[in-house]
Nanobody, 122 residues
Framework: QLQASGGGLVQPGGSLRLSCAAS????????MGWFRQAPGKKREFVAA????????YYADSVKGRFTISRDNAKSTVNLQMTSLNTDDTAVYYC?????????????????WGQGTLVTVSS
């Protein structure tokens, strides 16, 4: 089970940190990712991290602005978001995959959190 939190309203140029807490599984064995779905759009890949945390991968739209990290001892995965703009407004979902490597294909993620809303607006 995955529980995402940390969403909210932030001004353009601001920062926000999302967290996702996992339970019920051996968290350290799973690759993790963040996806987002903007109003009226399809869900898209944002970032992924390998099971060990040693490898990460980002969508071009967030590269250099977002950082994904994980704490296997606490069974959490985080998404630090900086330089936010209105295009980042979306519901953000954390997801888990049995593959221990970075995965950007949505179909390979079997476990999903409930989503947390991020609104970037002045």
């Amino acid at each position: 089970q995955l529980q995402a939190s940390g969403g909210g309203l932030v001004q353009p140029g601001g920062s926000l940190r999302l967290s996702c807490a996992a339970s019920g599984r051996t968290f350290s064995r799973y690759g993790m990712g963040w996806f987002r779905q903007a109003p009226g759009k399809k869900r898209e890949f944002v970032a992924a991290i390998s099971s060990s945390g040693g490898s990460t991968y980002y969508a071009d739209s967030v590269k250099g602005r977002f950082t994904i990290s994980r704490d296997n001892a606490k069974s959490t995965v985080n998404l630090q978001m900086t330089s936010l703009n209105t295009d980042d407004t979306a519901v953000y979902y954390c997801a888990g995959t049995v593959a221990p490597v970075v995965v950007f294909a949505e179909t390979l993620y079997a476990y999903w959190g409930q989503g947390t809303l991020v609104t970037v607006s002045s």
